[in-house]
């Protein structure tokens, strides 16, 4: 992503980059554009001067990152004062673990003045560094698409999905060590940067909401249902969600709704944003208790929508998530959009797919002749046709 964020800050005075605690933001704004200057907020007296005299800022500079710039909401009508004043010729990035373009107010100061980039956890390509997964990707799009079958390496996805994609579990190796990392990344920084968002009544109320969207990720959301399996009411139940969204730890994918024939399901699916924090919200410690689990094949989705994110966000412009699914239960994944053009996605926790995992994929295609083809991601380590317009790959061919 630094090459476009490179690109963006030469053409745009403001650059934002969200994404949540620990996925690398300062340290990939910090590396790669050691040139400019770094003010963070979570330092005490520089927050304190964003919030009565934000231009102190960077007097005598004309490049500057601001970092947990949604500490101080001040500064985004004194950004948006420099940009004018200047004519554009400052340069600003500004980052933050909450997605700003979810707090009212920002996007209209920085209105015509910034883009926007999400920065989501490693991907396994980073981890391995190889770019395959992305080359591909890009492949999938293309009408004509000639590749053998084949059987290739073999990866498991249990151990990557039990311990995560954050970069600080990069050289974690002992699965105890990566729970402790876990349970203090949500004290530390969770339950913190909530009470600096909003008053939460109870933090008891709160954990309790967040352990039951943990088993439910990649499951179509339903509020009611949670409030009553909590206990907590309906209407702190949608805040809670709202706060956990604004705070990028989960992610709403919407329904795809643009069939004139079929009823489709319009509610969201809801998915963590890595798949190791549901996993370890869910009670899930050990490699023996998660292959037992009977969500694991949600949490394998969780991991294969991470990567799809990724791919999705590396394209210009940005492809568009959605799911699928008829009130009679024919279902899709995911539905990849980009312009006119659609792919499809099934995901299967199976070493052997088969003929039979593709009905609902099938369907689609039939449905939406704009579908490129659709692709059936599963555990397993072959790759294989299973029908003229639909391709079998292991989930790590497109990481």
């Not at 396994?124 to 992305?134: A, D, S």
């Not at 969780?302 to 024919?330: D, E, Q, S």
């Not at 083809?373 to 599963?378: M, S």
């Amino acid at each position: 992503m630094a090459q476009q964020i490179r690109s963006a800050i030469e053409a745009f005075p403001v650059v934002v980059l969200t994404g949540a605690r620990q996925v690398g933001k300062s340290t990939l704004l910090q590396n790669e554009f050691a040139d400019f200057k770094y003010v963070s907020l979570d330092d005490f007296s520089n927050l304190m001067q964003a919030k009565t005299d934000p231009a102190s800022l960077w007097l005598n500079a004309d490049k500057v990152i601001i970092d947990e710039a949604q500490k101080a909401p001040e500064i985004f009508s004194a950004i948006k004062i420099a940009v004018d004043k200047t004519r554009r010729k400052m340069r600003f990035f500004v980052s933050g673990s909450s997605n700003l373009l979810l707090i009212r107010g920002v996007t209209e100061s920085l209105a015509g003045r910034a883009v926007y980039f999400e920065l989501m956890p490693m991907t396994l390509g980073e981890i391995r560094g190889k770019t395959e997964g992305q080359k591909n990707f890009i492949n999938l799009w293309k009408e004509e698409l000639l590749i053998p079958e084949e059987k290739i390496e073999f990866l498991d996805p249990v151990l990557f999905i039990l311990k995560g994609f954050m970069p600080p579990l990069m050289h974690l190796k002992n699965l105890k060590d990566i729970s402790l990392w876990w349970e203090g990344y949500i004290k530390t920084y969770l339950e913190r940067d909530l009470r600096d968002l909003s008053q939460i009544e109870s933090l008891i109320d709160f954990r309790k909401v967040l352990d039951s969207l943990a088993i439910r990720t990649g499951n179509i959301l339903n509020q009611t249902e949670i409030a009553r399996d909590t206990g907590v009411s309906q209407p702190t139940v949608y805040r809670y969600i709202k706060l956990l969204e604004v705070l990028n730890i989960i992610k709403r994918v919407p329904a795809y709704a643009q069939s004139r024939t079929k009823r489709v399901t319009k509610s969201p699916k809801i998915f963590f944003i890595d798949p190791a924090m549901s996993t370890f919200l869910a009670g899930y410690y050990d490699e023996t208790s998660l292959r037992g689990a009977r969500e694991i094949g949600s949490f394998f989705e969780t991991m294969v929508l991470l990567h799809l994110g990724v791919l999705c966000n590396l394209m210009i412009p940005k492809a568009k998530i959605f799911y699928w699914r008829t009130t009679t239960g024919k279902e899709v994944d995911f539905v990849l959009e980009h312009g006119k053009r659609l792919l499809a996605f099934e995901v299967k926790f199976t070493k052997n797919p088969s003929f039979n995992d593709i009905k609902g994929l099938l369907t689609f295609l039939e449905e939406y002749k704009q579908t490129v083809r659709g692709i059936l991601i599963h555990t397993g380590n072959t790759i294989k046709w299973l029908h003229s317009k639909v391709l079998a790959v292991p989930w790590w061919w497109i990481a």
